[in-house]
């Protein structure tokens, strides 16, 4: 059964330094997407990244990055210059690629603080 | 774009009263998810929609929960004789296919209240 852990309950950075949150996974499937998701303050969830299981380039988008070690079963984001603004609950997610189900199963989520 | 259209935003329900959610996913999107999100059990996966047919309830409790999706415009999560433990915020996302690699957008939620 697939399964996201997110060890870090909450995080406190100070702005415009990098933080790196941590997820690892479980599937048996060998093809997955691995998923960042940032739900704010008012509840809303965004996607922000996705990493497809076989591709060995870490995913970019903006200042968000991802470190992917696959042998470890991991995924991490990576948030540069954060901004006070990036504070939020992070999710990680996967969804497995080899069955027809696709569910999405999300980890606990990291609270990101980021403090002046 | 209006984006996935949750209503009500909040619902209030004595205990043991029904409690009904609608969901309007994104025009063109062919799959719909549902969760439940609670501060102790984070978001939980409850049911699954692709082109209106039922995929994946793993999620749904045996017991009072029920999903549809009776057109591509609306989904419905159903909750019978509610129960103070069934107090939790329900979201609904959908998304553009059922491809695994598509993302999903999701909506403001449903806060439930069970008293």
């Known amino acids: 059964a697939q399964k996201v852990t997110q060890t870090q309950t909450s995080i406190s950075v100070v702005e415009k330094t990098t933080v790196t949150m941590d997820c690892v996974y479980e599937?048996?499937?060998?093809?997955?997407?691995l998923f960042w998701y940032k739900q704010t303050a008012s509840g809303e969830i965004v996607f922000l990244i996705r990493q497809d299981s076989y591709k060995k380039e870490n995913a970019t988008v903006g200042h968000y990055s991802l470190n992917f070690q696959k042998p470890k079963s991991s995924i991490g984001l990576i948030i540069t210059a954060t901004q006070i603004e990036d504070s939020a609950v992070y999710f990680c997610?996967?969804?497995?690629?080899?069955?027809?189900?696709?569910?999405?199963?999300f980890g606990k989520g990291t609270h990101l603080h980021v403090l002046p | 774009n209006a984006g996935v259209i949750q209503t009500p935003r909040h619902k209030v329900t004595g205990k043991g009263q029904e409690a009904t959610l609608w969901c309007e996913p994104i025009s063109g999107h062919s799959a719909v998810f549902w969760y439940r999100q609670t501060i102790v059990q984070g978001l939980e996966f409850l049911t699954y929609f692709r082109n209106q047919a039922p995929i994946d309830d793993s999620g749904m409790p045996k017991e009072r929960f029920s999903a549809q999706m009776p057109n591509q415009s609306h989904s419905t999560l159903k909750i019978q004789s509610t129960q103070p433990q069934d107090s939790a915020v329900y979201l609904c996302?959908?998304?553009?296919?059922?491809?695994?690699?598509?993302?999903?957008?999701f909506g403001a939620g449903t806060r439930l209240s069970v008293l």
């Open positions: 996302a959908s998304s553009l296919t059922g491809g695994a690699q598509n993302t999903l957008y």
């Open positions: 599937t048996r499937d060998s093809s997955y997407f």
């Open positions: 997610a996967m969804r497995e690629g080899d069955t027809n189900a696709y569910k999405v199963i």
